[in-house]
């Protein structure tokens, strides 16, 4: 599921060459989900680690995200006395 997700946003990501040469990626409609890199590759890479840790940091909060759904097997909560 988280992956799913993931990888599914990555395929929106934005890239574009900065005139220092460095790479700058983005997945829009995702506030605060950006990076930048000196090489293309590095830049993809902490796109996506960046979008994880975002995820991670929604999920802890109870924020909803678009597009993504936890299902919650309400069994597990209750406590058996």
Do not use: P
């Not at 599921?1 to 995702?30: H, N, P, R, W």
């Not at 995820?55 to 924020?63: D, N, V």
């Amino acid at each position: 599921m988280l992956s799913e997700f993931i990888i599914k946003k990555l395929k929106t990501a934005k890239y574009k060459l900065l005139k220092d040469g460095a790479y700058f990626g983005e997945v829009a409609g995702l506030n605060g989900v950006w990076a930048s890199a000196k090489n293309l590759e590095d830049c993809r890479k902490e796109l996506k680690e960046v979008l994880e840790d975002w995820l991670l940091l929604k999920i802890r909060s109870h924020e909803k995200v678009s597009g993504f759904n936890i299902k919650v097997d309400r069994r597990q909560l209750v406590k058996n006395a």
